[in-house]
């Protein structure tokens, strides 16, 4: 970036300067989340950005109340990570995935 006062000072006194900065990445991207397995016990779903780390991921049966939920893995590292909760019969289950750009993305898994 250059800045540059000669629009408001005289030549003489005009003053010019320069600073290079490193790059940086603008992230609008929202994770994506997409459910993978649904067993008699278990739901399954795989989170993935294309730009960011995940930052957290969290589950709700009212739509409200979340809570956050660790990576199958239990390290939170990546983005892309597969998560697993227990399934609740006859509930509708939500997900909300932030990344580290505070991007938020959501599903809804609803019984089949």
């Known amino acids: 970036m250059q800045a540059n006062d000669a629009t408001d000072n005289s030549s003489e006194k005009s003053l010019t300067t320069e600073k290079i ?5 603008i ?6 989340l997409s459910r ?8 399954e779903i795989e989170v993935r950005d294309a730009t960011s780390l995940l930052d957290k991921v969290e589950f709700s049966s009212d ?29 509708v289950l939500y997900f909300r995935a932030t990344d ?9 898994v609803k019984e089949d």
């Not at 409200?64 to 019969?89: A, C, H, T, Y």
């Not at 580290?100 to 993305?105: A, E, L, T």
Request: no cysteine; net charge positive.
């Open 36 to 43: 993978t397995r649904l067993t008699r016990e278990w739901v």
């Open 63 to 91: 739509g409200l109340n979340f809570r956050l939920i660790p990576p199958m893995d239990g390290i939170l590292d990546s983005s892309q990570e597969k998560f697993r909760v227990p399934r609740m019969e006859g509930k």
């Open 100 to 108: 580290r750009s505070g991007n938020v993305g959501g599903l809804r």
């Open 27 to 32: 992230d609008n991207t929202a994770p994506e």
């Open 21 to 25: 900065s490193s790059a940086w990445v």
